[in-house]
């Protein structure tokens, strides 16, 4: 099978070239120049770029450069910046797996003739007896990656590898030691690619957004404090919204038009019901009034959910999802699928 593998220039993306590679597949390495701007963080730096180039070249594999910046801006960078403007808490590295790695890279990939794509992923890919194709939990339950990987359906599975979904991260780090590969002993990336570390989010959204300074109300309508800019505020945030000693307080709501952020306590932020629009499952859509479970972070508890057509009912209240958060929903480890919380 000729297989193109996405090469971020991170262990797990070069474990998977390297077990590939050792299957018997025909393999090439390729990685995406995806943030045309400053970055000193994430994945996307000229540093990664040459981790993989090498680690392609140690594996004896050629590699490619492919460059997505316009389709990047488009459908994460630009989003993303849009998003804060409506008071919404955007994933852009869901954003990026959606439109970037399942989608473009695939495009081009089928396009030069490949059969498949690989990343590095923890995450698995299974096919039933009936030759329909599912998405589970990686191994390693630490380092699960099948959050991020919701989106994809049955054409996007059905050409998709995901070779450490198998192994623990222990494990991957030990193979590329006795492989020695430069990119072994190397630390996760852990940020937003196009977020500085100096100048961080803020800066960011400063140079592309007006950012608005809003009042702090509590639950009766009293203002009790400001935030510099609304925009930057998310649901269940607790820094800068007052307390002091007291009890916490915690952003309940954001309402970028009104320039106001309401406050509770901790049981204002709790509740059964989530609403959430664009669903997108992984296989048949699950019928109404199915027991799921939900997952709302990367990672974190699993509570058992009644799916409805645009929300989950929960068996017991959790915190509210910030809008514009992912809404991911299992059946023990299989991803059935996820959308956007409102």
């Known amino acids: 099978m000729r297989v193109l593998v996405a090469m971020s220039g991170g262990v797990d993306s070069s474990v998977a070239a390297a077990l590939l590679r050792d299957s018997g597949h025909d393999v090439v ?8 701007g400053e970055s000193d963080s994430g994945c996307c730096s000229v540093a990664d770029v040459d981790d993989a180039r090498r680690v392609a070249q140690q594996l004896g594999l050629d590699h490619h450069v492919f460059n997505f910046t316009a389709d990047f801006d488009a459908h994460v960078v630009d989003p993303y910046v849009e998003a804060h403007g409506a008071g919404l808490t955007p994933n852009p590295c869901i954003e990026c797996n959606r439109h970037l790695k399942f989608d473009r890279f695939l495009e081009r990939a089928l396009d030069l003739g490949f059969d498949a794509i690989a990343t590095g992923h923890h995450a ?3 096919r039933s007896a009936d030759g329909t194709w599912s998405l589970r939990r990686g191994a390693d339950r630490a380092k699960d990656q099948s959050y991020v990987l919701h989106m994809l359906g049955q054409a996007a599975l059905a050409r998709t590898l995901l070779p450490v979904g198998e192994l623990t991260k222990a494990e991957v780090r030990v193979r590329a030691t006795e492989l020695g ?7 996760d990336s852990q ?9 961080g989010r803020t800066a960011f959204l400063a140079d592309r957004l007006s950012l608005h300074a809003a009042s702090v109300v509590d639950s009766s309508g009293e203002v009790v404090g400001s935030v510099d800019a609304v925009e930057l505020v998310t649901v269940g ?16 709501a954001v309402d970028v038009a009104a320039r106001q952020v309401t406050i509770g306590g901790e049981s204002d932020l709790m509740t059964d019901v989530v609403e959430v629009d664009g669903w997108q499952w992984c296989g048949e859509a699950p019928p109404p009034s ?15 959910a009644t799916l409805a057509s645009s929300s989950v009912r929960l068996a017991e209240p959790i915190r509210r999802v910030a809008p514009g958060q992912s809404v991911v929903l299992y059946d023990g480890d299989q991803v059935l699928g996820g959308g956007i919380a409102t």
């Open 290 to 304: 199915s027991a799921v479970g939900v997952q709302t972070s990367a990672h974190g508890p699993v509570p058992i």
């Open 29 to 36: 390495g390729a990685t995406m120049k995806l943030w045309g």
């Open 237 to 252: 945030q607790r820094r800068g919204m007052g307390g002091g000693r007291g009890e916490r307080r915690y952003a309940v």
């Open 191 to 199: 940020d937003v690619c196009f977020i500085t570390s100096t100048g």
């Open 181 to 187: 590969l430069r990119t072994a002993a190397k630390p």
């Open 124 to 126: 698995r890919v299974a």
